[in-house]
């Protein structure tokens, strides 16, 4: 199966500062990641797509000046929450697409528990 | 706006029994998935379904799509506590064009012995 890593598994951050998360895939190539945020007893939410080489493409309501994606390479995605607020704080789960077998499929990552006092 | 709903939200059963998960979507789209997630950890691919008819069984768990009721069904055969978690189902937002998966509610299966 493929695999999917995220860096760090859990958080907790002052509110003002900001939070970088990682996302590598580690045994295929995912020139397309995507960024959710699920909260207790709640389905998941697409906040962004990722795209190695260029900008990322937020869903309607998602800040992008607050939620910076960058996609440096085919294996990794970056998630930085800045100026983090308690309302930020939330489960973030990252997925990373592979196309290598006929179809498309997402890989999620274990998730990353955000947590701002 | 693609809606997906789920249902039962929430169902306890008992070890040994059958029942059936239903996810409803509201718009076309040819490919369906199925995730399973335990408590505070994130998702693990359960099925891939990807034409209209397709079933698709691992062990207890067999998932079916019917794309022209747009509707997929998991069905749980003779359940066993190690299935208690919450099951997602999600479909792609345009119909696989842009692989944007929109979740279902979830399922919350609590397996009593």
């Known amino acids: 199966g493929a695999v999917v890593s995220q860096h760090p598994s859990w958080v907790i951050c002052k509110s003002g500062t900001s939070v970088k998360i990682e996302c590598r895939s580690l045994?295929?190539?995912?020139?397309?990641m995507f960024w959710y945020r699920q909260f207790p007893k709640q389905s998941l939410m697409l906040m962004a797509t990722?795209?190695?080489?260029?900008?990322?493409?937020?869903e309607q309501g998602v800040e992008k000046d607050k939620f910076l994606i960058n996609h440096a390479s085919l294996t990794l995605s970056t998630l930085t929450v800045t100026s983090a607020h308690p309302e930020d704080s939330s489960f973030y789960i990252c997925?990373?697409?592979?196309?290598?077998?006929?179809?498309?499929?997402?890989?999620f990552g274990p998730g990353t528990r955000l947590t701002v006092l | 706006e693609l809606k997906v709903e789920q249902n039962p939200l929430f169902l306890s059963m008992q070890e040994g029994k059958n029942y059936t998960i239903y996810c409803n979507y509201s718009t076309t789209s040819d490919r369906l998935y199925w995730y399973r997630q335990d408590p505070g950890k994130s998702l693990e691919s359960l099925f891939v379904?990807?034409?209209?008819?397709a079933v698709k069984q691992e062990g207890r768990l067999m998932a079916s799509l019917d794309t022209k009721a747009r509707l997929s069904t998991l069905h749980i055969t003779a359940a066993v506590h190690d299935l208690s978690a919450t099951y997602f189902c999600?479909?792609?937002?345009?119909?696989?064009?842009?692989?944007?998966?929109?979740f279902g509610t979830g399922t919350l299966l609590a397996v009593q012995p």
């Open positions: 990722s795209n190695e080489g260029s900008k990322a493409t937020y």
């Open positions: 379904l990807l034409s209209n008819g």
């Open positions: 997925s990373a697409l592979r196309s290598d077998r006929g179809y498309n499929e997402q890989f």
């Open positions: 045994d295929f190539q995912a020139t397309t």
């Open positions: 999600a479909v792609d937002r345009y119909g696989g064009a842009t692989n944007k998966l929109i």
